[in-house]
Every structure is written in structure tokens, then in C-alpha cells.
């Protein structure tokens, strides 16, 4: 895919409006862990992959360890 920007870190609405915005089409897979307890916070784009001409997000929840409202875009 040419020209795609790499939204790897971004938070996940971050990375949708550039994607949005450059007309790319992309799915959202999250990644949750089996062991522990779900996490609450603002999920993060982590890996950036392409297939079949569609850009592959995987996104995982990143807890808000220094209280500084990272769950205020919990989307």
C-alpha cells in the first residue's frame, strides 16, 4: 500500500482520522490478555500490517498508571 503513514503508537481515534482521512480502508483487532484481569484504558495501535489492499490494526489497552486521564478517549 503506497503512501499509507504509519500509525503505529497512536491512540486508535488518533490513527482512525488519519486513515479516515487519506480514504484507507482498515480493520481493528484487539488483543487482550487470557490471564490477568481485563485492563480499562485508552486503546493504542501496536502492530500495522497490510493484506488484500487493507491495512490490519491490532490495538491494545494501555492502563493510565500515572493518573494523567488516559482514559479520557477510551475508545
Known amino acids: 500500500m503506497e503512501n499509507c503513514p504509519d500509525v ?12 479516515d482521512g487519506f480514504q484507507i480502508d482498515y480493520i481493528v483487532t484487539e488483543t487482550i490478555s487470557r490471564k490477568r484481569e481485563p485492563v480499562q484504558g485508552v486503546l493504542r495501535v501496536i502492530r500495522q500490517t497490510e493484506s488484500n489492499g487493507r491495512l490490519n490494526l491490532t490495538v491494545c489497552r494501555v492502563p493510565d498508571l500515572c493518573g494523567q486521564g488516559a482514559n479520557d478517549d477510551d475508545q
Open 8 to 19: 503505529v503508537g497512536l491512540k486508535l481515534a488518533e490513527a482512525s482520522d488519519i486513515l
